[in-house]
């Protein structure tokens, strides 16, 4: 297997020039198997939506770690794109909810996981919380409407690529469920969520200062276009 050069760096993957000009998505060897495989399996179920997401080609794996060929596309983050042109903000935060909306449009494949049972999990295993707090939590859960649009579960300006077309990216967090749970959950990462690492501090302290407008832009536009109360 040859791999080209490397194109991106993530938490858990690192994206790599591969044959016949796609692109090899090479995890960590600390990433467990089975997340990786979901990763495939969504995927390939959000490509044949026709949503703009690059299509998963073949998942290979050599000496114990793992990858997934992806088509290649062209484009920079949206996260880039807001650092680098900081005075577009208002246009860029704008496509960020109109794309959102567009994902919830969508009924979510029949192959997804449900929203419900993925949070249900991750509060039951969340190592900060006491078990009086999970407890408290999974009832607000049991309380939220179910729903059956598609969902991306990590929507945030990094997974999203902005070139000839806006391609959405990372999909193994992708479920069936509410769109409201699905915007709450980009709220908290916009407000809180932290930075890719490698990136320029003078990148960094831009987005910081950005923040709290993007959030603004965002949550008043996502409400606007989706006519969510």
């Known amino acids: 297997m040859t791999m080209g050069r490397i194109i991106g760096q993530g938490r ?19 990433m467990p198997r089975a997340a990786v495989v979901e990763e495939y399996r969504v995927s390939q179920a959000v490509s044949a939506t026709g949503v703009l997401t690059p ?24 996260l880039k794109q807001l650092a680098s042109h900081p005075w577009r903000i208002g246009t860029l935060t704008r496509q960020l909810a109109e794309l959102h909306v567009s994902i919830h449009q969508q009924k979510a494949p029949d192959a997804l996981r449900q929203q419900k049972v993925v949070l249900r999990d991750s509060i039951s295993h969340a190592p900060y919380l006491t078990d009086d707090e999970k407890e ?17 579960g990590d929507f945030h300006p990094d997974n999203v690529l902005v070139g000839r077309e806006t391609w959405i990216i990372d999909w193994m967090t ?16 916009l407000r809180l969520g932290t930075l890719p690492e490698g990136m320029p501090a003078w990148t960094r302290a831009a987005i910081q200062v950005l923040r709290k407008v993007m959030l603004y832009i965002y949550l008043k536009q996502y409400l606007l276009r989706s006519r969510m109360k």
Request: aromatic share 6%; charged share 25%; net charge negative.
């Open 55 to 78: 299509k998963p080609l073949e998942m290979i794996e050599v000496e114990g770690r793992i990858g997934i060929v992806f088509q290649k596309v062209e484009g920079d983050t949206l």
């Open 136 to 152: 408290q939590v999974l009832l607000e859960l049991d309380a939220l409407p179910a729903g059956d649009s598609l969902c991306h």
């Open 12 to 30: 858990t993957a690192d994206v790599y020039e591969f044959a016949d000009g796609n692109v090899l998505k090479w995890y960590h060897e600390s």
């Open 174 to 189: 992708g479920m069936s469920g509410s769109p409201a749970v699905d915007t709450a959950r980009t709220v908290l990462l």
